[in-house]
């Protein structure tokens, strides 16, 4: 009787113990808010948010964090200054504490980004202008920011693309890049990912094919909605290199990582 309640005892141990090694414990948290990107990245309470949508999304991610307890970011990612990037970046920073925020090096005058920039001289923060390959890291999550190596005309081409790496997974956030920003991206080369959020709301150009096909996602993340819907060439592409697919269309998208595999939840 000793035996096996030690042997039992044991078994416990071993299927906890697996669970715990398969618990998700990063996340992305992707914000319904049409054709506009959002992006809540967190890790053992510590948080991210790539993005903001539009200035009518502000209040509505702002509620979602408060009602996550979360009253501190340790960085705000503005990929790039188009209305639905940043529009609703100055509630963010009018309604909890940002330790570090990113913007690309190059200059908006648009009412969104004029109120953005408002928000943060009322609050006292500083903007880190990136110029340069940037590292940060949460914990075990190690990121790398990537600006523009050149000025572009437009905002999308200088948007800052975002990786994540955690454990044997990885992420690449590719804001709104272009034909142009893809084609010398590609000639700096890129490594593959596990998870990749589509560039440009799955708009197809001449390099789309060939990005993807170099990026080679298991998942594939796309920002759009029913007014709004992607391109049907860039849903072939990522079908071809079997690519699960998911939208932002019908709702919020968490996925969540425990360093070996990830997990969605819709």
């Not at 905002?155 to 454990?167: E, T």
């Given at each position: 009787m000793k035996y096996i309640y030690m042997l039992l005892?044991?078994?416990?141990?071993?299927?906890?113990?697996?669970?715990?090694q398969h618990e998700p414990q990063f996340t992305v948290h992707a914000f319904k808010v049409g054709k506009a990107d959002s992006f809540l990245i967190s890790y053992n309470d510590e948080y991210v948010l790539i993005?903001?949508?539009?200035?009518?999304?502000?209040e509505k991610i702002v509620s979602y964090l408060q009602k996550q307890g979360i009253t501190q970011l340790a960085a705000l990612i503005i990929t790039h200054f188009d209305k639905d990037h940043v529009g609703g970046a100055d509630y963010i920073v009018?309604?909890?504490a940002v330790e570090t925020i990113y913007v690309p090096d190059y200059e908006s005058d648009s009412k969104q980004t004029a109120e953005f920039l408002q928000a943060i001289e009322g609050?006292?923060?500083k903007l880190t202008k990136l110029t340069m390959e940037t590292a940060f890291s949460m914990q075990e999550v190690n990121g790398k920011?990537?600006?523009?190596?050149?000025?572009y005309a437009g905002d999308n081409n200088n948007s800052?693309?975002?990786?994540?790496?955690?454990?044997?997974?990885?992420?690449?956030?590719?804001?709104?890049?272009?034909?142009?920003r893809i084609h010398d991206m590609l000639a700096q080369s890129i490594d593959t990912y596990t998870f990749l959020k589509v560039p440009h709301h799955g708009r197809?150009?001449?390099?789309?094919?060939s990005f993807t096909k170099v990026v080679q996602p298991k998942i594939a993340l796309i920002t759009s909605s029913d007014k709004n819907p992607e391109a049907v060439e860039t849903v072939n592409v990522l079908e071809?290199?079997?690519?699960?697919?998911?939208?932002?269309?019908?709702?919020?998208?968490?996925?969540?990582?425990?360093?070996?595999?990830?997990?969605?939840?819709?």
């Amino acid at each position: 009787m000793k035996y096996i309640y030690m042997l039992l005892s044991m078994l416990l141990l071993t299927a906890c113990g697996a669970n715990e090694q398969h618990e998700p414990q990063f996340t992305v948290h992707a914000f319904k808010v049409g054709k506009a990107d959002s992006f809540l990245i967190s890790y053992n309470d510590e948080y991210v948010l790539i993005d903001a949508g539009e200035e009518d999304d502000g209040e509505k991610i702002v509620s979602y964090l408060q009602k996550q307890g979360i009253t501190q970011l340790a960085a705000l990612i503005i990929t790039h200054f188009d209305k639905d990037h940043v529009g609703g970046a100055d509630y963010i920073v009018e309604a909890v504490a940002v330790e570090t925020i990113y913007v690309p090096d190059y200059e908006s005058d648009s009412k969104q980004t004029a109120e953005f920039l408002q928000a943060i001289e009322g609050q006292g923060y500083k903007l880190t202008k990136l110029t340069m390959e940037t590292a940060f890291s949460m914990q075990e999550v190690n990121g790398k920011i990537y600006p523009p190596q050149a000025l572009y005309a437009g905002d999308n081409n200088n948007s800052l693309v975002i990786s994540l790496s955690y454990g044997e997974t990885s992420f690449l956030f590719a804001g709104d890049i272009e034909a142009e920003r893809i084609h010398d991206m590609l000639a700096q080369s890129i490594d593959t990912y596990t998870f990749l959020k589509v560039p440009h709301h799955g708009r197809f150009n001449e390099q789309t094919a060939s990005f993807t096909k170099v990026v080679q996602p298991k998942i594939a993340l796309i920002t759009s909605s029913d007014k709004n819907p992607e391109a049907v060439e860039t849903v072939n592409v990522l079908e071809e290199i079997g690519a699960d697919i998911y939208t932002t269309r019908a709702g919020h998208v968490t996925f969540s990582s425990n360093g070996t595999e990830i997990y969605v939840n819709k």
